[in-house]
C-alpha cells in the first residue's frame, strides 16, 4: 500500500508533465499540475501539498525558486527535483538547499514512484517523531506525576529548578517508587528535550556486556563483535542519559563513567580514538550508596560526582495521602485501557488501601488495581475484593500501647507477648506464608519457624498456613 500524499507535478514540457500526472494517479495518488513556477506557487497558496516534482530548467521562476518558495513557506513539503543530464551541479544545489531527491531526465516512472514513496514514508515518520516528541513532553511534564502529598510537592519544587540546569542529579528510592519518571520529568522538561533521552539498566545487563552498551565497541574488538556498535553515550549526544540501578555497576566501570564524567571523553571497547560527546547523566538506585561507599563497593569519588543534585523518591507508605489520588488515577487507565466500565471503590476498600505499607510501591498499587479491575463482579469494589494481606488491620493497632506505673511491668513476659503478637500478624497479613511474613518481620525463614516451634504458635490451618 502507499502512502497517501497530494502531489504536484511542475513542469513546462506537456507530455512529460501529463504522463507523470497520469501514473501517478494510476498509483492512487492525488495529483495537480503547474506549467511553470509561478502557477505552482499560486496553487501551493490554495492547497497543502505533501510532494512537489518539479522541473529545474523553467523559463521565468525555475526549479530553484520553487524550492526556496516551499522551504520558506512549507518546510514540511518533500521537494524531488527534475534535471537534465549537463545540469546535475544544479541538482546537488539544490540538494544542499532542502531538496529530498533529484532525478535525472527522462526520468523512468518507476524511479519517481520510488521516491515519492520514500518521501512520503519519511514525511510521516518525521510527523510520528513530532507526535511521539509532543506526548512524552505532556507525559512527563513534572505537574503528571500523581501526587499531592508534601514529599511529593518538595519533588515538583526540585524538577522545576533542577531542569534549568545541567547538572548531574542522583535519584534514589525503593524499587517501584517512579524514579524514572522523575527522570524522564527532568529531562522533558529541559532544554534538552528536542535531544534523545537514552535510558539503560545497568543491574539487567551483565557486567562483560555493560561496557560494550554503555561506550560502543568496534569491530572484532572481542569474540562476536562482527560489526561496530555505537554505545549510548554516543546515541544520548547532546541529550540525557539515565544511569538506572548505577549501585550495580562493577567497579572497574566505575572507573571508566568516573573518567568520562570528568572529562566528556571515552574510547570505545577494543578502539583507540577518543570520543568526545555532550550528555547530561542522571542516575538512579535503590541501594544505599552512601553505606556501598562506607564497604569500599561503590567509589566515594565517582559518588560525589553522581550526587549533585540528590532527589529521594519517597516510598508510598510515606505519603498515604497520595494513595487515594493514585487508586482513582491507575482505575480510570486501566478501565479505558481494558474497556471496562470504571469501578467504584468502597470506603472500606480504600481506608485499607491507606493503611496498606505498600512493599511495592506505586508499582504494586497499580498492579493491585489492574487485577480488581479485571477479577471485581458488579460496579463497585470492596474489602473483600482486595488481596487478603491488605484486609488484616495495621500492626500498630493490634495491641494496646504500653506503659509502666508503680508497680512495675516483667519486662520479659511483656516483650514476649509483643513478639508472640507481631509474630501473628505477620502470619495474618502474609496469609500464613511463613517466608513472606518472615520477610516482613526481617527475620530468616528457619528463625521464624523456630520461634513459632519455641512458642508453640501454630498458625491456624483455615487461614491456609505454609512454610513457603
Request: hydrophobic share 40%.
Amino acid at each position: 500500500m502507499n502512502p497517501s500524499g497530494r502531489i504536484l507535478v511542475v513542469d513546462d514540457e506537456p507530455m512529460t508533465l501529463e504522463l507523470i500526472c497520469e501514473e501517478l494517479k494510476r498509483a492512487s495518488f492525488e495529483v495537480d499540475a503547474a506549467f511553470n513556477g509561478l502557477e505552482a506557487i499560486k496553487k501551493a497558496q490554495q492547497k497543502v501539498y505533501e510532494v512537489v516534482i518539479t522541473d529545474m530548467s523553467m523559463p521565468g521562476l525555475d526549479g530553484m525558486g520553487v524550492l526556496s518558495h516551499f522551504m520558506k513557506h512549507a518546510p514540511d513539503t518533500m521537494v524531488i527535483v527534475l534535471t537534465g543530464y549537463g545540469t546535475i551541479e544544479t541538482a546537488v544545489d539544490a540538494m544542499k538547499s532542502g531538496a529530498f531527491d533529484y532525478l535525472t531526465k527522462p526520468a523512468k516512472i518507476d524511479e519517481i514512484l520510488l521516491v515519492v514513496k520514500r518521501a512520503l514514508e519519511l514525511k510521516n515518520l518525521k510527523a510520528e517523531n513530532e507526535l511521539l516528541k509532543s506526548q512524552l513532553q505532556e507525559r512527563y511534564r513534572f505537574d503528571r506525576i500523581i501526587g499531592k502529598s508534601e514529599p511529593m510537592q518538595i519533588i515538583y519544587r526540585m524538577i522545576e529548578r533542577i531542569s534549568r540546569t545541567d547538572s548531574t542529579v542522583l535519584i534514589s528510592g525503593e524499587s517501584g517508587t517512579g524514579k524514572e519518571l522523575i527522570a524522564n520529568a527532568i529531562h522533558y522538561n529541559s532544554s534538552r528535550k528536542e535531544k534523545p533521552f537514552v535510558p539503560i539498566n545497568c543491574g539487567a545487563i551483565p557486567e562483560e556486556l555493560l561496557e560494550s552498551e554503555l561506550f560502543g565497541h568496534e569491530k572484532g574488538s572481542f569474540t562476536g563483535a562482527y560489526r561496530e556498535r555505537v554505545g549510548r553515550f554516543e546515541m544520548a549526544h547532546q541529550g540525557t542519559i539515565f544511569l538506572d540501578e548505577i549501585g550495580e555497576m562493577s567497579a572497574k566501570l566505575q572507573v571508566k563513567l568516573l573518567r568520562f564524567i570528568q572529562e566528556k571523553k571515552f574510547e570505545r571497547v577494543g578502539g583507540s580514538r577518543t570520543i568526545q560527546v555532550d550528555v547530561r547523566i542522571l542516575a538512579a538506585t535503590n541501594r544505599d550508596l552512601d553505606k556501598m561507599v562506607a564497604q569500599g563497593a561503590f567509589r566515594e569519588d565517582l559518588f560525589y560526582r553522581l550526587n549533585v543534585i540528590p532527589i529521594r523518591v519517597p516510598p508510598l507508605r510515606e505519603r498515604a495521602d497520595d494513595v487515594v489520588l493514585l487508586t482513582h488515577h491507575f482505575l480510570q487507565l486501566h478501565s479505558h485501557k481494558k474497556s471496562i466500565p470504571l469501578k467504584k471503590i468502597s470506603s472500606a476498600a480504600m481506608d485499607a488501601m491507606q493503611r496498606y505499607s505498600w512493599p511495592g510501591n506505586v508499582r504494586e498499587l497499580e498492579n493491585v488495581i489492574e487485577r480488581m479491575i479485571i477479577l471485581t463482579e458488579g460496579d463497585e469494589i470492596h474489602l473483600e475484593d482486595l488481596p487478603q494481606r491488605m484486609q488484616v488491620q495495621p500492626l500498630r493497632q493490634s495491641f494496646p500501647s504500653i506503659g509502666l506505673d508503680d508497680d512495675g511491668i516483667d519486662l520479659k513476659r511483656t516483650l514476649d507477648d509483643l513478639e508472640n503478637t507481631l509474630i501473628v500478624e505477620a502470619l495474618k497479613k502474609c496469609g500464613g506464608v511463613k517466608n513472606q511474613a518472615a520477610k516482613l518481620l526481617g527475620l530468616n525463614r528457619t528463625t521464624l519457624i523456630e520461634k513459632m516451634k519455641k512458642k508453640k504458635l501454630f498458625f491456624p490451618e483455615n487461614l491456609g498456613g505454609s512454610d513457603d
